[in-house]
C-alpha cells in the first residue's frame, strides 16, 4: 500500500543500534520509507549515506515517554522494535525498556492501525531466574494480548561487526592473560548473523511470513561456550588458556562489576545466570518450521564471517603471519 505515491512508512525503534542499523538497511534496499525513531538522532546520522534522500527521517523518541512513542509511529504502516539492553544503567532497566517499552510501542501500533516486528530472545520467559529474560517474556505476553497478530523474533546469541559477545572475549584475549570459561563452557548456543535477522524482519514487514508466529531464529550450528571461546581464539591468532569459573564465582565477579561505574561490564550476575541454560532453538519451532531454514533463509555459518571483522584483533592486525599465535 502506497500514500500519495509514496512507499509504505517503517517505524523502527531502536534503528542505529547492532540489530537496529542492519534492520534498517534490510528495509531500505526493499524500498520503504524509515522513521528512524531513537534516543539521540543527532548520533544516528551515519544511517543516512545508505538511503535516497528522504527515504530515512530520524526522530527522537525514548520508549519510557509514551507521547514520544505515539509521535514516531503516526502515519506508519508497520513498527519494527529493535529496542533491548544487555545491562541496566541508570533508569535504562530491564523491565522499564524491555517490558514497558515495549508494551508502549505495541499499544501505540494498534493505535495507529500498523503491524508490529518484535525482536525478542530466545530464552524469553516471564518465570525465568534471569531479569534479562523475564523482561523479554513479559513483554511477549503483553504484545501477543494487545496484538495477536504481530510476529515476535527470538534470535540467539546475535553476531555480526558491531556484535557486543565475540568482539567482547576477542577483546578480552587481546588485553587479558586468560579467558573465563563460565560454568565449564558447556552451555549451548546456536549463534545467529545479525543480516538473517534483518532479512528476517524484512519478510515480515513483506508480510511474507506467517503474522501472529514466534520465531526462533538459530544459525547454522550448535556451539558450546567453550567452542566459541576456542573459534574466537583461531581467529585471533592468540593462546590463552581457559579457566574454568564455577557460576557462582563469575556471578559474585558480576555483581561487582556492575558497581563499577563502567560503560560496558565485561560480564553481569544476570548475564551469568543466562548462561545457566542453553541457547539455542527449540525441537517444536523446528517440527513447525518457525525458523529461519523454515522460511526459506539458510543460516549464515560463523565461520564465514567472524574472520573479516577479528582480524582487527590479531597482534598485527590483517598482517599477522597466520600460521603463528599469540
Known sequence: ?????LPPLVTVFGGSGFVGRHVVRSLIRRGYRVRVAV????LAGFLQPTAYIGQISLVQANLRY???V???VEGASHVVNCVGILFESGRNKFDAVQDFGARAVAEAARAAGAKLTHISAIGADPNSSS???RSKGRAEAAIMSLMPDAVILRPSI???PEDSFFNKFAD???SFPALPLIGGGKTRLQPVYVEDVAETVGRSVDGTIADGMVYELGGGEVMTFRDCLETVLRFTNRERPL??????????IGSLASMVPLVSPPITADQVELLKVDNVVSENAVAEGRTLAGIGIHPTLVASVLPSYLVRYRPQGQFTNSGKAA
Open 172 to 174: 578480552m584475549a587481546r
Open 158 to 160: 546475535v553476531f555480526g
Open 66 to 68: 509514551r507521547q514520544s
Open 243 to 252: 579457566v574454568s569459573l564455577p557460576f557462582g564465582v563469575a556471578s559474585m
Open 39 to 42: 534516543r539521540r538522532p543527532d
Open 1 to 5: 500500500m502506497t500514500v500519495n505515491n
Open 131 to 133: 531479569s534479562y529474560a
Open 70 to 72: 505515539d509521535r514516531a
